[in-house]
């Protein structure tokens, strides 16, 4: 295991820079979404809320095939008053009395209610070892050095 020279290519340097571009498209990615989730946290209020009941529609998917797909019908305290709103339209239906978190507006609880999705904190997280990750092999493709193992491949014949 030893390092050896190594001299780039057009190509190399090529797929670097659009390796380069990439990871920080995905970095900014990340930025923006910590920003919008924060923003929502400031503005709107959080609130328990519990899957009441579901309902169903059917649809047709991209192959054209009939399927169907629920809602879950999620209430939830805003200053003492009960509201009651459908949630998104998946294909699994939510068991009554799941508990969910609930974000609102407090004007108008009625119409800007949605279910915070519980995975909301890895997004940005996600993106940010995403870009990372191409950033780092980008700019592996460029250094002047290169890892050798030492194998047959490595000697030249």
Do not use: C
């Amino acid at each position: 295991m030893n390092f050896k020279p190594h001299q780039s290519t057009f190509d190399d340097k090529l797929s670097a820079i659009i390796g380069l571009v990439i990871g920080l498209v995905f970095i900014f990615g990340g930025f923006w979404v910590r920003n919008k989730v924060a923003h929502e946290r400031a503005m709107l209020i959080e609130a328990e809320g519990t899957v009441v009941d579901s309902i169903s529609r059917r649809e047709r998917d991209s192959k054209d095939k009939l399927i169907e797909t629920y809602a879950p019908v999620i209430e939830f305290l805003a200053k003492s008053d009960r509201i009651r709103f459908i949630g998104n339209y998946e294909s699994y239906r939510s068991s009554n009395g799941n508990k969910v978190v609930v974000r609102y507006e407090p004007k108008q609880p009625q119409t800007t209610a949605f279910v915070v999705n519980p995975l909301e904190g890895l997004v940005d997280v996600g993106m940010f070892g995403m870009g990372g990750l191409v950033i780092v092999s980008s700019l592996g493709k460029v250094l002047p050095i290169r890892w050798s193992s030492g194998g047959q491949a490595d000697h030249n014949i």
